[in-house]
């Protein structure tokens, strides 16, 4: 069965996963090196967005925020990076951005410059040039020596000063355990009705079917109560039939146990329809 979700109308909402991808890219673009050659990473992302596409967010921007930031830390990890702080991710308003639309400001926290600056040499004045008179001829009397008193001035007493204020630098964070398994890597999947409506698919089991107490609630007579369930496991999402009475099909195919779900996958519960997207 051929599928293909329709695009969006309402042009106000931007899709996660390419937020996702934006905050990959700036990281890319604004590593620096300090002054010791390490390759340090920015640590503080201000994304921002338009009102209408802020708007969409707003129920899972807690969330997303969360997920962004687990995303970051283990982008950041993976390519060797440094931070000098915590990473954090936060969203703004800008309403001079189109729909659809987003920017990405970054922020290197905590550089310290180990050297302090040279302090200019002192400026050197040349010799006075000694005065040339006409009267060469009339020789002068020489100056008779002026004794001066025996006498030295003490030293002045030593003045006690307080010992220097040395602060220590603070140690750079350095990433070298991998996280746990967050929705980090799956923090841009998601379960797609064909109306357009995102499921986001994390780390935690997803629940389908036709009871009010699923995650994804189903109005198919031909869904069971408790159908299926979306499930994270070795970096994967997979989804389980729960012993359904029509079963669970992927790409008109019916699972037997629990399926490894990949970018694309038809997801099909009774004459319901949904699309898998992953990052």
């Known amino acids: 069965m051929a599928f293909r979700l329709p695009r969006r109308t309402n042009p106000s909402t931007i899709r996660p996963l390419e937020i996702g991808r934006r905050l990959l890219r700036a990281i890319?673009?604004?590593?620096?090196?300090?002054?010791?050659?390490?390759?340090?990473?920015?640590?503080?992302?201000?994304?921002?967005?338009?009102?209408p596409d802020r708007a969409s967010l707003a129920n899972e921007e807690s969330a997303l925020l969360e997920e962004l930031t687990a995303a970051a830390i283990w982008y950041i990890r993976d390519e060797g990076l440094n931070v000098l702080t915590a990473v954090k991710v936060a969203f703004t308003t800008d309403e001079s951005?189109?729909?659809?639309?987003?920017?990405?400001?970054?922020?290197?926290s905590g550089q310290q410059i180990d050297e302090e600056p040279i302090p200019p040499?002192?400026?050197?004045?040349?010799?006075?040039?000694?005065?040339?008179t006409d009267d060469l001829a009339t020789?002068?009397?020489?100056?008779?020596?002026?004794?001066?008193?025996?006498?030295?001035?003490?030293p002045a007493p030593p003045v006690d000063l307080p010992p220097p204020v040395v602060t220590t630098a603070p140690e750079p964070l350095f990433i070298k355990d991998p996280p746990e398994?967050?929705?980090?890597?799956?923090?841009?999947?998601?379960?797609?009705q064909r109306d357009g409506t995102r499921h986001p698919a994390g780390n935690l089991?997803?629940?389908?079917?036709?009871?009010t107490d699923n995650d994804i609630r189903i109005s198919d007579e031909q869904a069971s109560r408790h159908h299926a369930e979306i499930r994270y496991d070795h970096?994967?999402?997979?989804?389980?039939?729960?012993?359904?009475?029509?079963?669970?099909l992927v790409n008109?195919?019916?699972?037997?146990?629990?399926?490894?779900?990949?970018?694309?996958?038809?997801?099909?519960?009774?004459?319901?329809?949904?699309?898998?997207?992953s990052s």
């Open 28 to 51: 890319d673009d604004n590593v620096d090196i300090d002054i010791k050659g390490r390759r340090v990473s920015p640590d503080n992302f201000t994304i921002a967005l338009s009102e």
């Open 235 to 248: 970096q994967r999402h997979r989804i389980v039939d729960l012993n359904s009475t029509n079963g669970t």
């Open 252 to 277: 008109d195919n019916r699972i037997t146990s629990a399926h490894a779900l990949s970018h694309g996958d038809i997801i099909t519960i009774g004459t319901t329809e949904f699309r898998y997207e």
């Open 121 to 132: 040499e002192p400026a050197v004045e040349p010799p006075a040039e000694p005065e040339v």
């Open 205 to 211: 089991t997803l629940k389908m079917g036709r009871s």
């Open 97 to 108: 951005l189109d729909t659809g639309r987003l920017s990405i400001t970054t922020v290197i």
């Open 139 to 154: 020789p002068k009397p020489p100056v008779e020596p002026v004794e001066v008193p025996d006498t030295e001035t003490p």
């Open 181 to 192: 398994p967050t929705p980090a890597r799956a923090a841009i999947g998601a379960i797609v």
